[in-house]
């Protein structure tokens, strides 16, 4: 259940309807929009009455119901308002949403050595990416596979971000592991396999870094947004949604099938920024960059890529990697998308956090119903 | 099995050749592309050696397996060249094919009477639209739903195409409506629910008229190239596949998975023409706009997109079809999109069937591996 | 809608009710049950009112509507009276019902000749089965795959039942052939491939011959079920579902999943009787046998064994096909698992159609809820 | 890679053997079996060569590689003899295993106070039930729904132990509170959820209590063996690999689709014991007794059925649980089809881990190929 504030509500009112709505079983939430200020209420919302609850304060201008299951990941519990993800970096605060330039993430599946994750680093910004990805720890479907260097490449990480500055994405695959991780990461991932490992979203979002879910292999939609509920419900706003392919009857000719509607179905159910990743939605590096593309078109706030030295060498999933040479090919031709739909930028967002003014290229307003 | 014949062969060595390979169990076919005659053998060719077949002309350059199930359906059986589709209509003829702009297919999903599908092809060839889709055969879940107008519905189709110029593709659901069906149809569809009706395919392969085949919601890529190839055996070369959704597990906000990866995965296996339909891949009008755009960036050389006069009344599909002005502004922008990937032609390539030339703004050499 | 008559309602007040109802919207239809006559009632039912029906007369005992999209399907139709589908062989009368013992249908995938047809017809009736299956025409992937003998075979097929007095299944793939088929056929089968092509569903509804459905590979219970719906809404009330296997994500060990909770989930939906092929469930002759017998712990009332003289030397399907020897040594453990749920006859049910009294080993109504 | 040892080799021979083919990269596995002994070796056996280490001893009688990626989970790497994980309880051991009677587990989805568990396991173990399920952390989709009451409900479980001498099978979802779980709990649980939780799997791995290992939702069955061996590869020995569904495109009448074939493919792949839970697997009570009767005839080596004292107030997976005099009647029922198949024990195994004969209703080795 919402309640939205009329505009120039003052603070101290709004404090009090907080207090007044607290109790044990239902939690306010402050929402500050950018037009309005919103009180969120989760939990045992089903005896209250709307009708009632507008009584409270002649500030309130409406209160509603969010009827889906998943309630602060709803867009109606922001009143349709997009959540920007702000992340800090040596470089620049990077920001992903609706209403920012597009990020791009890249880097190598594993890190393998220092020298390799430096050069992708070095490789990747010079081309334009905003944050280095590199797994420390591995979920590899074999026990006999490279699990990861583990807290060694953590380590690694952090100098290939000392080095060029860039901001750092890595998975955790477990809760144990969360304080090491979140030391060094910027962006906090975690993986398809744990989508559901409920225990670790809960720890998740005890914790003050944002966090990038990505889809389950057998996740609906609705499970998903689940999933970012659970992080959200623990404390932390700042979650990125990310598709990387769900599992078909078809495999042949790539590894998942990577589900591009889900941008804009995302998009009319969620606030949150929702992030693209064609290495592991195909599998293949031959489809990696039309896939790219066609996620920039179908909406995606940020790009996932997997960049490797010597694919042909990489420890793991060198069969979806791009080459250094190959990622800057592909970033010219995102930029010539992107800039289409109005999401690009030259200084890729490495400012503050400011709201970017998109260029109106594909006015969204236009749509048809 | 190809024989590659070298440039400037003379044509009466290429007939000599042909006749010298034809056998009750192997049946030559004369391919000519832009650069290159290609000899392909379809038939029992596990005996064969290509080392002895070149030596039967110094003319042959080289003799190539294809090691594919489908056989004449693989690239490398064209030798990597595109085939062109080309659909004379009153308006010019439009040609289907990689180089050449995308091609625009619209129309309502049943035909309903007279006036709407007239007043629809009038909207849609004003927006820029090629070719009318209206369905008069209408496969339908329930017995108890509209099952379409039949053969009458074919003479108002026949009267749209007179009053517009617009070329006609309509569904055909039984091998004994086939002549009536190809009598008024510029293009013949397949649907989803007959991809392996094979006694359709093959009565669809004998007939003169360019064939889309729909994938089937189970089908495999392979099963689909297998189903076409079905067609091209049967002597019709003008096969255009449409991706239109898959069957997966999550069903709740779209109707089907919309495979866009099937777009660049075909164009690595087959030189026929691609078309995606949105309309039937999401279910949803509102996800429509959003992932025809995505479908041109992932590289789709045709769209298909339901438009109705009047969705809410629409006797069948109407929660997916677009009103004649949302159409209008989708269209506008598939033009901004289509034209970054230099694929969008003022002109709605409304002349004859000369080979495009894209306008380079992605070039497809530039492509990592 | 259905009327439930009390019993002994004399027969002319019934025919008065039938023409009372009667109307261009709506059929009636009389379903003479066990112990009730019900009249059910197909059309635009949704303006009438059930109290206002009831008026009509005394003997009317309850109107119920039949709120599944399926209707005369749906086991609300017949009032929860299960269909008993009678086919005459030379052999006698073989019956597929819940209350009748289990049907056992074997035979090749194709017919390859007269010889191994009439060979694999004598041994699988000497092992117990009561049908025999035998494709003349053959749904396959490739165009260049063997496409069955066709009409010759359906001679073959005509000349084993001569010889053994087995009753005939076979599949019919385009409606042209019904005609042929329907002569030779005890029973007609419309494959997966075919479960919607709603053409010749609705031809094979015109027919009086039973109609064995398969279930389409990404087809729903639902969808199954509204397919079945198509042949008994053309007139022909003898349907037999067949579950075949479904396509999923794992497709390395076995060709299909097959979906036994089908069985169960079919018997509280539906009247029809309930077939499993685990030879097409699996595609593997080692899971076949073990599946044949979970299949009828699940609750079939027939089941579909593929059995080829030499299956490693099979046109199609050899690696799915039991050895003559093999299905006797089947035969003797379906015997077992069949005793133990009442469901055996070493009659084989080759008598007359009486209603078969079950040993009451598992009583149906001892089960929990 | 196996090494299969004569008949008879002295133990000494043995202990030699190892220690020469110990090294850095391999670790040798000493496995002995009803009638031999056999060495297995993983690592990296690539370089190996099975000629050169039939060398090593006139008391090897075989070497050969296991092609599967799946190694000790594989049959072969047990040379085909079947695993017998034996679980102490205080009313005795309990054996699963091809070679034993069917062992059935059963109760509450969570434990939700003392006097429902207690009484819960009471007429459980009175129908003939030899394990007590209960879920103290359960995986739930929504962070609203009930998520178990954690370690109080542990104690709850203990408590359920020491009144009825059954032993416990409860789930752990995090690895930190392996140990507490581990101190109740007779068997571990790891759920579908948690099925590729590589890092739970491991520690799963190091504890010394047998682990029942759920199948993933989108996991095929080589996914799941990898998982299982995970588990092996970290010195655990005792998996049990249970069937509990997967998700498939239908999702309308049943919760999942039980892949029954799942269990003869197991059977031909691997030595570990296997289960089957219809509860979950359909997710309807109505349809738990058909399918576990099914199960039972489809080979499996133990049920895992839910029980619920009033399954309309239950907390969680209230529709798919049976009341206990549902489970009264069922255990009737499978008792008849465990007993045609030999599998069933009057006694429920509830002795000693000697190995049990089974009644030879239904010998293997009869079975087609």
Redesign the interface.
């Known amino acids: 259940m919402i309640v939205i504030m009329k505009t120039d509500t003052p603070n101290l009112e709004i404090q009090r309807i907080i207090q007044e709505l607290q109790s044990e079983s239902i939690t306010p939430e402050k929402i500050v929009g950018k037009h309005k200020v919103i009180i969120g209420l ?2 045992d919302t089903a005896t209250l009455s709307p009708e009632h609850l507008q009584q409270i304060s002649p500030f309130i201008e409406k209160v509603m119901r969010v009827d889906k ?1 998943f ?1 602060r990941a709803s867009l109606e519990f922001r009143h349709g308002e997009p959540t920007e993800v702000s992340v800090p970096t040596p470089n620049g605060v990077v920001v992903f949403g609706q209403n920012h330039p597009i990020v791009t993430v890249a880097g190598p599946c594993s890190v393998e050595n220092e020298e390799m994750i430096v050069e992708t680093a070095q490789r990747v910004k010079a081309a334009g990416a905003q944050l280095l990805r590199g797994g420390a ?1 591995k ?6 596979s490279f ?1 990861g260097h583990g807290e060694s490449a953590l380590d690694l990480l952090a100098k290939a971000r000392e080095v060029t500055g860039l901001g750092i994405v890595t998975e955790v ?5 969360l304080p090491k991780v979140a030391e060094v990461a910027d962006i906090i991932q975690i993986g398809a ?2 989508m ?5 979203l ?1 720890q998740a979002g005890a914790i003050n870094k944002p966090v990038l879910l990505k889809r ?3 996740a ?4 998903w947004l ?1 999933s970012a ?2 992080i959200l ?2 404390g932390n706003p700042n979650v990125i949604l990310c598709e990387r392919g ?9 590894r998942n ?5 889900a ?3 995302l998009r ?2 969620t606030h949150l920024p929702i992030m693209v990743d064609p290495s592991h ?2 599998g293949k ?7 790219a ?7 995606a706030d940020s790009l996932m890529i997997e960049v490797h030295p010597n694919p042909a060498k990489a420890l793991s999933d060198g069969p979806q990697s ?2 250094p ?3 800057d ?2 970033m ?2 995102m930029e ?2 992107g800039q ?2 109005g999401r690009w930028s030259k200084k890729f967002s490495l400012s503050t956090a400011t709201s970017f003014s998109t260029t109106k ?2 006015s969204k307003s ?4």
Chains 1, 2, 3, 4 share one sequence.
């Open positions: 989760v939990g299951p309630k720890y979920p590899r479907t074999s026990p006999y699990q695959m477990d809760s144990v592991d396999r744990n559901q490992n409920f225990s670790l809960k389950g292999m057998a609906t939609i609705e499970d689940m509920e659970y419900a623990a769900i599992r078909t009857f078809d495999r042949k000719y790539t099938t990577l589900d591009l509607a941008v804009p179905v009319s159910l939605g195909t590096v031959e489809y990696v960059p039309t896939m593309k066609a996620a920039i078109a179908a909406g791009l080459t040479e190959g990622f090919r592909l010219e031709q010539i998308v289409t739909v290229a594909l236009s749509l048809a119903k």
